[in-house]
Structure formats: structure tokens, C-alpha cells
């Protein structure tokens, strides 16, 4: 289920269906991400003073539905260009944008609000007021992301990227490393990725994973404790760790996710 980008044997990631995508993965957030475990961990902080950035966020404005409330600044980053229009596209209004109206309603009664059309504008909108900017970023380089939003942030989110990035924990242990300059100390590092299999199994990677109309690259298939692991190596505490099983209709796969909230030190 992870990975924002294709390549069409070219090295050409541009061909990636990002309204597809959505469509269908993201039409019900609630079946992919644990949302409970994001809002639980946002209500911790007293204020919305929060920078915060998504790292490798595709086409997908999850986390700053559900960190909007506790977020001043607000950067979204992407390696695809698909990705980043297609963030643009919402945050202009485009009618031809990917709606997130429905998410928005269902994390908004997770939150214990009620989720009435008038809560969802109001969060719509600061979603956009927040939304400094949606930037060029890639993980495999020594330039992570655009000049000017090298952070650090207090929070950074990385969800469905590293696992498809990467194809070996080690591999991926070292990105952590790297990205972590990108968070202030004693900022979180929010980390989600799938294909979480048993501990008693040997991690790898699973390649050419259809969806939405393409090929993946592939995902790196790892027991959860092994993200642990890569926070600690890394000088992180790990503050908690949510583990869920999930079935995608859509997709007709059975698979499990796992979000690893780092602290730095």
C-alpha cells in the first residue's frame, strides 16, 4: 500500500495517478491510518504555535487535516510533481481537486466534535491559512528538501514514503538519520509505514505493487520493532508505537500498519 511514486522504467515518476490514488486509498482515511492515535497524540500540545512539516506526503493531506488545530506553519513536501499540483489544486479550490470534505467530517467527530458543515469550513480553511508552502523533497539525496524549509520543526510527519523508498531497514535507519536534521531537539518525528509482519520474520522488499493503475516500485515489508529500533539508533525516544491490521476493499489485500512516534533528544 505504501510508495507516492512509479517509475516507468525510465526514471520517470511523473506518469503517477494521483487522483487515482486517492480515489482509491484515501476515500476513507479512517481504513488506512489510525486517526485516533494522531488526534491522541496532537491533544498533548497546550497551544497551536506548532511548525510542522510532511515529509514525502504525496498527494494526501492527511496530516494536516488532523494536526491543523495545533499548527501555525505548515510545509508539505513531495518528490512528484503530480503530487505536489494536486495538493495546489485543493488548497486553490480547484473543483477538480481531490475532496476531503468526508475525511475531514469523520476526524473532526474523532476529535468529539459533532462534524457539521459549518466545523468542516472553519477547519478547511485553516488548513489552507497554515499551508505555507508544497515543496520539492527527496529522501535519497543530500539535498532532503527546497532551500528555505529545512526546518527545523517541531513536528515532522512521514507516512507511506520511507518503506517504498528504501528497500532494507539499514538502509532506511540511515534516512531517519538523515532527516533528522529537519527536527528541532525535542521535536517528534512521526513515522508511519505498512507491510508490518511478524518479529519472528526477516524483513524485505516486496516489488512491483499495483495500484491505482500503475506499478510501484515496491515496499519494504518489516516487523514493527524494527522501526523502534531504527528511532533508537538514532537518538530518539520512542514515545509510542500503534500497530493495526487492516483489510483495504478496494484493494482487496490484508496488511498492517504500523506509526512510530520518535522524541528527539
Same mark, same amino acid.
Given at each position: 500500500?505504501?510508495?507516492?511514486?512509479?517509475?516507468?522504467?525510465?526514471?520517470?515518476?511523473?506518469?503517477?495517478?494521483?487522483?487515482?490514488?486517492?480515489?482509491?486509498?484515501?476515500?476513507?482515511?479512517?481504513?488506512?491510518?489510525?486517526?485516533?492515535?494522531?488526534?491522541?497524540?496532537?491533544?498533548?500540545?497546550?497551544?497551536?504555535?506548532?511548525?510542522?512539516?510532511?515529509?514525502?506526503?504525496?498527494?494526501?493531506?492527511?496530516?494536516?487535516?488532523?494536526?491543523?488545530?495545533?499548527?501555525?506553519?505548515?510545509?508539505?513536501?513531495?518528490?512528484?510533481?503530480?503530487?505536489?499540483?494536486?495538493? +495546489?489544486?485543493?488548497?486553490?479550490? $480547484?473543483?477538480?481537486?481531490?475532496?476531503?470534505? =468526508?475525511?475531514? &467530517? @469523520? !476526524? #473532526?467527530?474523532? +476529535?468529539?466534535?459533532?462534524?457539521? $458543515?459549518?466545523?468542516?469550513?472553519?477547519?478547511? =480553511?485553516?488548513? &489552507? @491559512? !497554515? #499551508?505555507?508552502?508544497?515543496?520539492?523533497?527527496?529522501?535519497?539525496?543530500?539535498?532532503?528538501?527546497?532551500?528555505?524549509?529545512?526546518?527545523?520543526?517541531?513536528?515532522?510527519?512521514?507516512?507511506?514514503?520511507?518503506?517504498?523508498?528504501?528497500?532494507?531497514?539499514?538502509?532506511?535507519?540511515?534516512?531517519?538519520?538523515?532527516?533528522?536534521?529537519?527536527?528541532?531537539?525535542?521535536?517528534?518525528?512521526?513515522?508511519?509505514?505498512?507491510?508490518?509482519?511478524?518479529?519472528?520474520?526477516?524483513?524485505?522488499?516486496?516489488?512491483?505493487?499495483?495500484?491505482?493503475?500503475?506499478?510501484?516500485?515496491?515496499?519494504?515489508?518489516?516487523?514493527?520493532?524494527?522501526?523502534?529500533?531504527?528511532?533508537?539508533?538514532?537518538?530518539?525516544?520512542?514515545?509510542?508505537?500503534?500497530?493495526?491490521?487492516?483489510?483495504?476493499?478496494?484493494?482487496?489485500?490484508?496488511?498492517?500498519?504500523?506509526?512510530?512516534?520518535?522524541?528527539?533528544?
Amino acid at each position: 500500500m505504501s510508495a507516492a511514486v512509479i517509475d516507468d522504467g525510465r526514471g520517470n515518476y511523473d506518469l503517477f495517478d494521483s487522483q487515482g490514488y486517492l480515489f482509491k486509498l484515501f476515500t476513507d482515511v479512517t481504513v488506512v491510518q489510525d486517526v485516533a492515535a494522531h488526534v491522541e497524540f496532537f491533544c498533548q500540545f497546550p497551544d497551536n504555535s506548532l511548525t510542522m512539516l510532511d515529509y514525502g506526503g504525496g498527494p494526501n493531506v492527511f496530516s494536516l487535516i488532523v494536526g491543523a488545530e495545533k499548527v501555525a506553519r505548515y510545509v508539505h513536501s513531495d518528490y512528484t510533481k503530480n503530487n505536489r499540483d494536486e495538493v +495546489e489544486k485543493w488548497r486553490n479550490m $480547484d473543483p477538480k481537486a481531490f475532496s476531503w470534505k =468526508d475525511n475531514v &467530517r @469523520r !476526524i #473532526l467527530k474523532l +476529535e468529539g466534535k459533532d462534524g457539521t $458543515d459549518e466545523e468542516v469550513l472553519r477547519r478547511e =480553511d485553516r488548513m &489552507r @491559512r !497554515i #499551508l505555507e508552502a508544497v515543496v520539492y523533497c527527496d529522501a535519497k539525496s543530500d539535498k532532503m528538501i527546497a532551500d528555505g524549509y529545512e526546518g527545523p520543526y517541531d513536528v515532522v510527519t512521514c507516512s507511506f514514503c520511507l518503506d517504498c523508498v528504501f528497500q532494507t531497514v539499514e538502509a532506511l535507519t540511515e534516512a531517519i538519520g538523515r532527516l533528522s536534521a529537519l527536527v528541532k531537539p525535542g521535536g517528534y518525528f512521526v513515522l508511519t509505514v505498512s507491510g508490518i509482519i511478524d518479529d519472528n520474520e526477516t524483513p524485505y522488499f516486496y516489488d512491483q505493487v499495483p495500484v491505482a493503475g500503475f506499478k510501484y516500485d515496491g515496499y519494504l515489508l518489516a516487523p514493527a520493532r524494527c522501526y523502534v529500533d531504527a528511532f533508537k539508533a538514532n537518538g530518539y525516544a520512542v514515545t509510542r508505537q500503534v500497530v493495526r491490521p487492516y483489510h483495504h476493499p478496494n484493494l482487496d489485500v490484508d496488511d498492517a500498519i504500523a506509526i512510530t512516534f520518535g522524541k528527539k533528544s
